[in-house]
């Protein structure tokens, strides 16, 4: 059984740096692309940053780029994210997703699995 298990959320001020990881059980996810999405209160659900082909190629939404950065340590099966310079836009539960890299797909989806998020809040 595939699962995906995000860690590492909490609470931080403005400006404040956290480090989100998400393990995956269940199969090897190095031919996989994994990402990372977000949802806010009230909001819909939106795309953060992606990686794949190992790792050597990401991609960032607009307002994360310069400040996340996504990193796998594809022998423990495990993918990062670095938030630095963190905003109270980016309060949200952030979620990790993974799917079998096929040339051509689309970094925003669909994505196969899910974790069950973790609660990223910053302070003003």
């Known amino acids: 059984q595939v699962q995906l298990v995000e860690s590492g959320g909490g609470l931080v001020q403005a400006g404040g740096s956290l480090r989100l990881s998400c393990a995956a059980f269940?199969?090897?996810?190095?031919?996989?692309?994994m990402a990372w999405f977000r949802q806010a209160a009230g909001k819909e659900r939106e795309f953060v940053g992606g990686?794949?082909?190992?790792?050597?190629?990401?991609y960032y939404a607009d307002s994360v780029k310069g400040r996340f950065t996504i990193s796998r340590d594809n022998a423990k099966n495990i993918m990062y994210l670095q938030m630095n310079s963190l905003k109270p836009e980016d309060t949200a539960v952030y979620y990790c997703?993974?799917?079998?890299?096929?040339?051509?797909?689309?970094?925003?989806?669909?994505?196969?699995?899910w974790g069950q998020g973790t609660q990223v809040t910053v302070s003003s």
């Open positions: 269940g199969r090897t996810f190095s031919s996989y692309t």
């Open positions: 997703a993974a799917t079998p890299t096929q040339y051509g797909s689309s970094w925003y989806g669909p994505y196969n699995y």
């Open positions: 990686s794949r082909w190992l790792g050597a190629s990401t």
